[in-house]
């Protein structure tokens, strides 16, 4: 493999980054009061509205200068040949020699991206339909268990992109899910996950997924092998059963086969598709059978939406080029650690920890593209919980602490479940918590009100705390399909700039070769010549001489 990135300019002799420098220092004290203040038409002014999403960005610690030079960033980084790079299939994953194609995904049948000579979006099609076929008959109860009985549950193994994407998206869109049956997700290797989600289940209603890219991860194999277990358990070890009960989706035939699933019950999907973007593949699998084929492919023609105004808007009113910028912005100049997501709509619970795979795994980085150590920051922590949760918690020290913190707050203008004032109230809180950030309460306000002067320095909230707002009309799949691709695309646009690899995860493995060694040590009924560190020998023979089994 050759390394064809290393003349890229390094991102801190750029001019547009040293011109943001030069900028930062000169607007560092600048208050949001004073920007609104002087400018009444700011918050009408700094939003943009595309494919159904209005983003409102005002509340954001920027000028008109801010942006023009982000953009330039933008420009001088060849954003807008990254992005060309990855919708033309070019191998930009480098370090593992890949494509990066998730928009095939869900690009339509008619479009052609050729990857080693393939078209890709027909084998994307393809699989699709078998999807689709699939789902309808067990939804419709033709797909019968072993004893006759039609399929009830559905119990998605695998972790990582093969668990969060499917976790969110089932609880995102349970409104649109078949209620009639039971959707359940395993993905730790804890055996309580497993335990638990079985417990109250048939197996002869059961049906298990396993998902996993590799087919070789150890939670998503060990679970399965138990799931196996506890199939076989119910029918007498009768191994016919399991061609009714198990599914497979993979990239990997051999290990589906050795494992002991027909591969005509396997749903492929190919290297070009990163775990973390996998759930417009067959990793979407459960989702398609909690909400049927048409809302499946709803959701997809959101996600689309969402990639083609990405590849084709003016950076200036590219919904996802303007968040990366902005998170670029903050990381980089204000030395912003964490970003906070908050979505006010309770069906989004699960968004961020879906969101904290997809930005932290991806652009979790300290290596640029010709392999030299950033002098910057790149990815900040993201987190988050539904609102008003989350008010009841940890805003104390978005408003008060010491972190600068930007928020991205979400909401729907309709409910799905109307229900008296709740969702006024709901949406007040949004509109409450952003204007509470950006433009506090100052001292003159808190002793206006009578507080005692001790009082008064607790009470003050020095505002300035920025935050975007994103409204989009009802959560519809195709809705949720948008917000997914916005984000993605934003961790598009933060990698280009930082000149990161965002598609690789190769600090996940040490962990897990680690943890292969430790196993033996761990099961061996002999005492084990321990030759680790004197804290993970102690740790081990602490839990060898302990455990009762
Ligand atoms: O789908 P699998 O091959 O089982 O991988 C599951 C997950 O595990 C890996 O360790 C990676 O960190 C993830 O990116 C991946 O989604």
Partial sequence: MTNRTENILPLTERNAWKALAVHYEQLRHLQLRTLFA???QRGERMTVEAVGLYLDYSKN??????????????RECGLRQRIEAMFCGEKINITENRAVLHVALRAPKEASIVVDGVNVVSQVHAVLDKMVDFSERVRSGEWKGHTGKRIRNVVNIGIGGSDLGPVMAYEALKYYSERTMIFRFVSNIDST???EAVHDLDPAETLFIVSSKTFTTLETMTNAHTAREWLLAAFGGDTQSIAKHFVAVSTNAEEVAKFGIDTAQM???????GGRYSMTSAIGLSTMLA?????????????????EHFRTAPFESNLPVLMGLLTVWYADFFGTQAIAVLPYEQYLKRFPA??????????????????SRVSYNTSPIYWGEPGTNGQHSFYQLLHQGTSLIPCDFIAFIETLNTLGRHHDILLSNVFAQSEALAFGKTMEQVKAEGTPDWLVPHRIFEGNRPSNTLLAERLTPEALGKLIALYEHSVFTQGAIWGI?????????????????IIPELESKVEPALGHDSSTNQLIRRYRNSKRT
């Fill in 291 to 307: 909400i049927g084929s048409a809302n499946f492919r709803i959701m997809l023609s959101g996600f689309h939406q969402m990639d």
């Fill in 267 to 273: 749903f492929e999907f190919w290297d070009w598709v």
């Fill in 501 to 517: 690899n965002s598609f690789d995860q190769w600090g996940v493995e040490l962990g897990k070769v680690l943890a292969q060694r």
């Fill in 193 to 195: 996950d497993f335990t």
């Fill in 354 to 371: 879906y969101l904290q795979q997809l930005v932290m795994e991806s652009n979790g980085k300290q290596m640029t593209l010709n392999g």
């Fill in 38 to 40: 002087d400018d009444p």
């Fill in 61 to 74: 610690l920027i000028t008109d200068e801010t942006l023009t030079l982000l953009l330039q960033l933008a």
